[in-house]
């Protein structure tokens, strides 16, 4: 009896380990699988803990690099580990070998690929073939991925890496909209906000699936993707609530895209309820028009002052959207949070 229940407790660990490769490198759609949200956590508490003991300047920068490649090579740690302990027990259960320690060494042979210590029995033989075969997959079959991963980080960097060249170390809404009217694009920047929203659209294509890869920071260290969110999406709904220009449908997408995809993110990065998101301190009446004043002085296109009232209404409902989204992420990321319009209006 105690064979057949190790048997089955063997089968249901490789199946388990099997369903979560699966998932991890094929499926399309986040799921909060155990061996990779497990493995998350336990990195994620490491660098954490790394970086409240480690205080120095830039180490921020330096220390998040590794996580990614952490996080890798401990989830094939943990497939390796769990798939051994799967064909250990199933080599006892079976009684293709006499001990433990028998079981330990065939497994350990079969899934290194090494055929050191493979059982005489058929039914041992018959088991080292799928484990062989399983333990090449897993180096195989991960390692395959991590150049696809890091062509996404590639992509995002390349677009945040051209907001900061135009808006300077600390990008905002205003920053952005400025650039736009030296570069002679104010009066339609549609192709601008199309361009980000296939940005938004790849993020949530993939940083969902894997929330790991919003942990990886950006090659320049004084660079965060998720402040060129934030300045992108301020834009925009700028733009829609209180410019008058032709390009309001594309900036609307922007937005409706860019908070769909910084809600997914956030949610698979473990944001459950608004208690577990940093308090925001929302913009006043008073600095919304100090903004709208700075707009004027660039020389943008702006509707009549005397509707200031409603689009400061409508630029707060389209913030209120991903503004709890972002505020999470950019603590989950370590990204700082002097992102926001607020930041820079609220001490006027």
Not at 12 to 19: D, G, S, T, V
Not at 44 to 69: A, C, E, N, Q
Request: with cysteine; glycine share 6%.
């Amino acid at each position: 009896m105690i064979h057949v229940l190790l048997a089955m407790f063997g089968l249901w660990l490789l199946f388990l380990i099997l369903r979560s490769m699966i998932r991890i490198a094929l499926m399309n759609r986040h799921y909060q699988d155990f061996f990779a949200h497990a493995t998350g956590r336990v990195v994620y508490k490491v660098i954490s803990f790394w970086l409240r003991t480690d205080r120095r300047k830039g180490s921020l920068h330096r220390i998040l690099l590794w996580y990614f490649p952490t996080y890798i090579l401990s989830l094939i740690f943990v497939y390796f580990s769990g798939a051994m302990v799967a064909f250990l027990l199933l080599y006892w259960a079976t009684t293709a070998v006499n001990t433990w320690r028998q079981a330990f060494l065939a497994s350990g042979s079969a899934l290194n690929t090494l055929g050191f210590a493979t059982p005489t029995t058929i039914a041992g033989q018959l088991l080292s073939i799928p484990e062989g075969a399983l333990g090449l997959g897993i180096v195989v079959f991960l390692f395959t991925f991590i150049p696809g991963y890091q062509a996404v980080i590639r992509l995002r960097e390349d677009k945040t890496s051209w907001l900061y060249v135009r808006t300077g170390n600390r990008p905002t809404a205003i920053a952005l909209l400025g650039w736009c009217k030296r570069a002679g694009i104010a009066e339609d920047m549609t192709e601008m906000w199309e361009s980000w929203e296939e940005w938004f659209r790849t993020l949530a294509d993939t940083h969902s699936v894997l929330p790991t890869l919003a942990m990886s920071p950006s090659v320049q260290s004084d660079q965060s993707w998720v402040l060129a969110a934030a300045a992108v999406l301020d834009a925009a709904a700028l733009a829609v609530s209180s410019m008058d220009t032709p390009d309001v449908e594309a900036a609307k997408v922007c937005v409706r895209t860019g908070t769909r995809a910084l809600l997914a993110i956030a949610e698979a990065l473990g944001q459950t309820s608004e208690g577990a998101t940093p308090a925001i301190v929302h913009l006043s009446e008073e600095s919304y028009e100090a903004m709208r004043n700075d707009l004027y002085s660039i020389g943008l296109p702006l509707k009549p002052a005397v509707d200031s009232a409603p689009q400061w209404k409508e630029f707060l409902a389209l913030r209120a959207g991903y503004e709890n989204a972002l505020a999470f992420i950019a603590h989950r990321t370590f990204a700082p949070m002097e992102y926001n319009l607020v930041d820079i209006h609220a001490r006027r």
